[in-house]
Nanobody
Framework: QVQLVESGGALVQPGGSLRLTCAAS????????IGWFRQAPGQEREGVSY????????VYADSVQGRFTIYRNNAENTVSLQMNSLKPEDPDVYYC????????????????????WGQGTQVAVAS
């Protein structure tokens, strides 16, 4: 059974840090491109970050550039999103998604480009 599971969501103070992890079962994440998305209630799903299969290409939304880092741990079959300097506008449900083909340009932001999704993990930022 192919499954993606996100973990690491929590309540943190502004300026705090969290590390979200996307773990795969039933397939090898190294063979897939991975996107992290977030979605607030009533809003469209927003692309946050992307990593290529090799890990050589990483992309970030402007809103998180310089604060978030995406990386792979192939030994653990995971992709993580390190989030630093969290802001009040960062809270959402965060999802990871796996796709087969490399994404070029801004295609990484398009949810339909991905085949498998996790169930999401909640991030909250409050004093």
């Amino acid at each position: 059974q192919v499954q993606l599971v996100e973990s690491g969501g929590a309540l943190v103070q502004p300026g705090g840090s969290l590390r979200l992890t996307c773990a795969a079962s039933g397939f090898t994440l190294e063979n897939y491109v991975i996107g992290w998305f977030r979605q607030a209630p009533g809003q469209e799903r927003e692309g946050v970050s992307y990593i290529s299969g090799s890990g050589k290409r990483t992309v970030y939304a402007d809103s998180v550039q310089g604060r978030f880092t995406i990386y792979r741990n192939n030994a653990e079959n995971t992709v993580s999103l390190q989030m630093n300097s969290l802001k009040p506008e960062d809270p959402d449900v965060y999802y990871c998604a796996a796709g087969v083909d490399a994404k070029y340009g801004t295609a990484w932001r398009i949810p339909f480009e991905y085949l498998d999704w996790g169930q999401g993990t909640q991030v909250a930022v409050a004093s």
